[in-house]
């Protein structure tokens, strides 16, 4: 319940923002455009209900952040983690200026706010003023697109639609900005200011006293609150020191923590590499340990624990690490090894989570390659590959799709990673298609080279698999493992038995949409499956003519 009441004040703050910096942005067509658009961009939130929604949710989002600030064992966190605290702290202090200035004008004078006012405050009046202003803005908007991304970037939809969100999210404040600094050109151009009449200079002085002492109290409210916060936690673990538990890692490592603290924090308070993709928010299950000693004195697991772990089939001796907090000594094995982090070449990144995913995956082989390289140099064979692989790669990429490895003269190429599955089948097919064509041009090229034309077998199917970062070092690319691969792998196979240019399953065919009825059907046994899966057989010549199928996708796909 507090995590959802996090997320719904910080979703109703940035709301707040976007209205506020789209109403700036309208000055760029001119400042009475803006005034008139505060009718509906920002006057709402003046309104009774808009004023207890508005400053609940900030109070509320930023009394859960001190609280989660307390209740921490320890302050070793991730740089991001730490960075998004740090900004959330900082943006009251920030923008209390700016909003007791109007709250305060309008109290003494009578009258709302209007750009005139702001703008020439912050512009004319007093310049530091304004760009501390600027770096609110810029503050407040990393915060919010930080929370944002994190809280959507496992959502099936988000990798598509990310490229234009990070559009908007770079757009929407540069307009803003744009139209602050266009309007106070508009306001220094004027001779005198059009306060109303009775906003006397008295008046205005009056406006910048009562806002100077506002805000010193301000100031004050909001240190001594952070620092009782920081107080309070230290006298917490203080008395907590007096009571500590060992957690025991099956390495060897001892790390004692305070009585409540959780084995997550105990990891990092050890410096033990240990793996939280979601910040130990229990969203994900890369931090999930196997307790092999003092499981009978661990409290059970609450409702966020036991959904993720049901989510992954875990054993009853598999806990998440980030909840979790033992009462007694503890002993567990991380069952995700994360010492990757530490040999990460300088630049590198660290593993993305791993997540199931519909996709299309092709293999391709050429044909009784032993035989052809026997009897030629070395160079001879490596110039022969890497003309192969360009093709195949360029294929691929041309296609849409992404090329995964190449393993001898073989090579996988993924699809679908950023599209749907109908759209990778259609590329997956469009990709075998070009293959095909370019390897025959190449064969014609090097016929005096070559005993025969270069052939190539190809498989081809669709289905969820687990995509993620896997590998070790600064070989760590996005791959895909599961069933869907071994069956495409084994259609390739299949290609080679039936000398056939490509084994397509039942499951690519019907997504393409493409008709394939005039090829053969035929049934193929997989290992570990009871049922053949049904498939069609495209011979070596189905691209004679141009009139097959998949030399329309390909031609369209180009």
Same mark, same amino acid.
């Given at each position: 319940?507090?995590?959802?009441?996090? !997320?719904?004040?910080?979703?109703?703050?940035?709301?707040?923002?976007?209205?506020?910096?789209?109403?700036?942005?309208?000055?760029?067509?001119?400042?009475?455009?803006?005034?008139?658009?505060?009718?509906?961009?920002?006057?709402?939130?003046?309104?009774? &209900?808009?004023?207890?929604?508005?400053?609940?949710?900030?109070?509320?989002?930023?009394?859960?952040?001190?609280?989660? !600030?307390?209740?921490?064992?320890?302050?070793?966190?991730?740089?991001?983690?730490?960075?998004?605290?740090?900004?959330?702290?900082?943006?009251?202090?920030?923008?209390?200026?700016?909003?007791?200035?109007?709250?305060?004008?309008?109290?003494?004078?009578?009258?709302?706010?209007?750009?005139?006012?702001?703008?020439?405050?912050?512009?004319?009046?007093?310049?530091?003023? $304004?760009?501390?202003?600027?770096?609110?803005?810029?503050?407040?908007?990393?915060?919010?697109?930080?929370?944002?991304?994190?809280?959507?970037?496992? @959502?099936?939809?988000?990798?598509?639609?990310? &490229?234009?969100?990070?559009?908007?999210?770079?757009?929407?404040?540069?307009?803003?900005?744009?139209?602050?600094?266009?309007?106070? *050109?508009?306001?220094?151009?004027?001779? /005198?200011?059009?306060?109303?009449?009775?906003?006397?200079?008295?008046?205005?002085?009056?406006?910048?006293?009562?806002?100077?002492?506002?805000?010193?109290?301000?100031?004050?409210?909001?240190?001594?609150?952070?620092?009782?916060?920081?107080?309070?936690?230290?006298? @917490?673990?203080?008395?907590? @020191?007096?009571?500590?538990?060992?957690?025991?890692?099956?390495?060897?490592?001892?790390?004692?923590?305070?009585? =409540?603290?959780?084995?997550?924090?105990?990891?990092?308070?050890?410096?033990?590499?240990?793996?939280?993709?979601?910040?130990? *928010?229990?969203?994900?299950?890369?931090?999930?340990? @196997?307790?092999? =000693?003092?499981?009978?004195?661990? &409290?059970?697991?609450?409702? !966020?624990?036991?959904?993720?772990?049901?989510?992954?089939?875990?054993?009853?001796?598999?806990?998440?690490?980030?909840?979790?907090?033992?009462?007694?000594?503890?002993?567990?094995?991380?069952?995700?090894?994360?010492?990757?982090?530490?040999?990460?070449?300088?630049?590198?990144? /660290?593993?993305?989570?791993?997540?199931?995913?519909?996709?299309?995956?092709?293999?391709?082989?050429?044909?009784?390659?032993?035989?052809?390289?026997?009897?030629?140099?070395?160079?001879?064979?490596?110039?022969?590959?890497?003309?192969?692989?360009?093709?195949? =790669?360029?294929?691929?990429? /041309?296609?849409?799709?992404?090329?995964?490895?190449?393993?001898?003269?073989?090579?996988?190429?993924?699809?679908?990673?950023?599209?749907?599955?109908?759209?990778?089948?259609?590329?997956?097919?469009? #990709?075998?298609?070009?293959?095909?064509?370019? !390897?025959?041009?190449?064969?014609?090229?090097?016929?005096?080279?070559?005993?025969?034309?270069?052939?190539?077998?190809?498989?081809?199917?669709? =289905?969820?698999?687990?995509?993620? #970062?896997?590998?070790?070092?600064?070989?760590?690319?996005?791959?895909?493992?599961?069933?869907?691969?071994?069956?495409?792998?084994?259609?390739?196979?299949?290609? *080679?038995?039936?000398?056939?240019?490509?084994?397509?399953?039942?499951?690519?065919?019907?997504?393409? $949409?493409?008709?394939?009825?005039?090829?053969?059907?035929?049934?193929?046994?997989?290992?570990?499956?009871?049922? &053949?899966?049904?498939?069609?057989?495209?011979?070596?010549?189905?691209?004679?003519?141009?009139?097959?199928?998949?030399?329309?996708?390909?031609?369209?796909?180009?």
């Amino acid at each position: 319940m507090l995590r959802t009441a996090r !997320l719904v004040s910080g979703l109703i703050l940035m709301v707040f923002v976007i209205m506020h910096v789209g109403n700036l942005a309208l000055n760029l067509i001119s400042i009475e455009t803006a005034d008139s658009a505060i009718v509906w961009l920002t006057a709402p939130w003046l309104t009774l &209900p808009g004023v207890v929604v508005l400053y609940g949710a900030a109070t509320v989002h930023v009394g859960l952040t001190l609280r989660a !600030l307390f209740l921490r064992r320890t302050l070793r966190m991730p740089v991001k983690e730490a960075a998004q605290i740090l900004l959330g702290l900082l943006i009251p202090v920030l923008v209390a200026e700016h909003a007791l200035g109007t709250r305060v004008y309008e109290a003494v004078t009578g009258h709302s706010p209007d750009y005139e006012f702001v703008v020439r405050s912050l512009w004319v009046d007093s310049p530091v003023t $304004g760009f501390k202003q600027v770096v609110a803005l810029l503050v407040i908007w990393a915060h919010g697109c930080l929370g944002l991304h994190f809280w959507l970037r496992y @959502r099936p939809w988000y990798p598509a639609a990310a &490229p234009l969100l990070l559009i908007a999210a770079v757009l929407l404040p540069v307009l803003g900005l744009l139209g602050f600094a266009d309007a106070g *050109k508009a306001i220094v151009a004027m001779a /005198q200011p059009t306060f109303p009449a009775d906003v006397t200079p008295q008046r205005i002085a009056q406006v910048i006293a009562t806002k100077t002492t506002f805000l010193n109290l301000t100031y004050a409210v909001a240190f001594c609150t952070v620092g009782a916060t920081l107080v309070l936690r230290a006298v @917490r673990q203080l008395q907590a @020191r007096r009571n500590l538990i060992a957690v025991r890692y099956e390495s060897g490592q001892v790390v004692r923590v305070p009585r =409540g603290s959780t084995v997550l924090e105990a990891s990092r308070v050890g410096g033990i590499p240990h793996y939280s993709v979601c910040g130990g *928010k229990g969203r994900c299950s890369t931090c999930r340990v @196997r307790v092999t =000693g003092g499981a009978a004195d661990l &409290p059970a697991p609450g409702p !966020l624990e036991r959904i993720t772990l049901s989510r992954i089939h875990a054993g009853p001796d598999v806990r998440l690490a980030c909840q979790i907090r033992p009462t007694h000594d503890v002993t567990v094995l991380p069952l995700l090894a994360a010492s990757i982090e530490r040999v990460l070449p300088g630049g590198g990144r /660290q593993p993305a989570p791993g997540r199931e995913q519909e996709i299309a995956v092709l293999f391709c082989d050429i044909r009784s390659f032993t035989a052809l390289a026997d009897h030629r140099l070395p160079y001879d064979i490596v110039f022969l590959l890497n003309r192969y692989f360009a093709i195949v =790669g360029k294929a691929v990429e /041309q296609s849409g799709g992404r090329l995964d490895k190449f393993i001898g003269d073989g090579a996988m190429a993924l699809f679908g990673l950023e599209s749907s599955t109908a759209e990778a089948c259609r590329q997956a097919l469009a #990709a075998s298609a070009a293959i095909l064509a370019d !390897l025959d041009r190449l064969s014609e090229e090097l016929a005096a080279e070559i005993p025969a034309p270069l052939k190539v077998a190809i498989g081809i199917h669709a =289905g969820p698999a687990i995509v993620g #970062a896997m590998g070790y070092g600064g070989v760590m690319n996005v791959t895909a493992i599961g069933d869907t691969v071994n069956v495409a792998s084994r259609l390739e196979s299949a290609a *080679k038995e039936f000398n056939a240019a490509i084994v397509v399953s039942d499951a690519v065919v019907a997504l393409s $949409g493409l008709d394939l009825s005039d090829y053969e059907a035929r049934e193929i046994d997989i290992r570990g499956s009871t049922r &053949p899966l049904h498939v069609r057989v495209v011979p070596q010549d189905a691209l004679l003519g141009g009139g097959f199928p998949l030399a329309r996708v390909a031609q369209s796909a180009a």
